[in-house]
């Protein structure tokens, strides 16, 4: 009897099974539960930037940010939002309940000279022009709660990609078509850093990243779970 292997983050199967047996082995994922934070000893990160995140969100605000200089987080109406501080206005919000429900794909962006914009699950959702100059800090990067813990993330993140230029108005679309993509096979340059969170046991989040200067995680009060991806098997030679 043959078995049909599954791995990675989930997808569908479909032909003529047979009596085959069907394994499903789906990548770990890292769970916030309220108190659940990463903290990364990046400090290289400047203007222009881009952030993405996939996410599947239950409650609470913030999903990536660098305190003092930016935060990208869901909000208390829904809407995907993103903090610049130093400007006017500090902020760009929208997709009111668009990523709030399994899961999806969040990025917002920075060009460096006062326009931002934010996509949802590769679509553009909000731009905004500002005035002013971006704060620069060496603060760490953090995902999930800002460094203060006061406004957790409860639910799932996964593949955040730090990158140190303005993804185009089509990149997005490619960072959203599969999760956990190298950016290389997607085409995407400029990756800063690349935390996978998929390590499914200990306190490390590795920076995966093709360039950049290497920035580890450490993860407080993490938990590991192993069923927040699914696989869809369509079995051609059944009726069901």
């Avoid at 047996?21 to 990463?38: C, E, H, I, K, W």
Wanted: hydrophobic share 35%; glycine share 12%.
């Amino acid at each position: 009897m043959a078995t049909i292997t599954i791995g990675g983050t989930g997808g569908i199967i479909e032909g003529n099974l047979g009596s085959a047996n069907v394994n499903v082995n789906l990548d770990p994922s890292l769970y916030f539960d309220g108190s659940t934070r990463v903290d990364m000893n990046d400090t290289d990160q400047t203007a222009p930037f881009s952030v993405s995140a996939w996410i599947n969100f239950t409650s609470g605000e913030h999903i990536v940010n660098k305190e003092g200089s930016w935060f990208l987080y869901i909000d208390s109406s829904n809407r995907v939002r993103f903090d610049l501080v130093g400007l006017s206005p500090s902020f760009v919000r929208g997709g009111a309940d668009k990523a709030t429900v399994g899961w999806h794909h969040v990025a917002a962006t920075f060009d460096g000279s006062g326009n931002s914009a934010i996509y949802i699950d590769g679509v553009s959702v909000a731009t905004q022009s500002h005035t002013g100059t971006l704060t620069q800090t060496s603060s760490d990067l953090n995902i999930g709660d800002v460094a203060a813990g006061s406004s957790s993330f409860v639910g799932y993140i996964a593949d955040v990609k730090i990158f140190n230029d303005e993804l185009t108005t089509t990149e997005p679309a490619l960072l959203a078509s599969k999760i956990q993509a190298d950016c290389d096979a997607l085409g995407v340059g400029n990756l800063l850093h690349w935390y996978k969170l998929n390590e499914g046991t200990g306190t490390n989040a590795e920076d995966y990243q093709s360039g950049g200067s290497d920035a580890d995680g450490t993860i407080t009060n993490g938990t590991w779970k192993f069923d927040s991806y699914s696989v869809d098997v369509q079995d051609n030679s059944t009726t069901t």
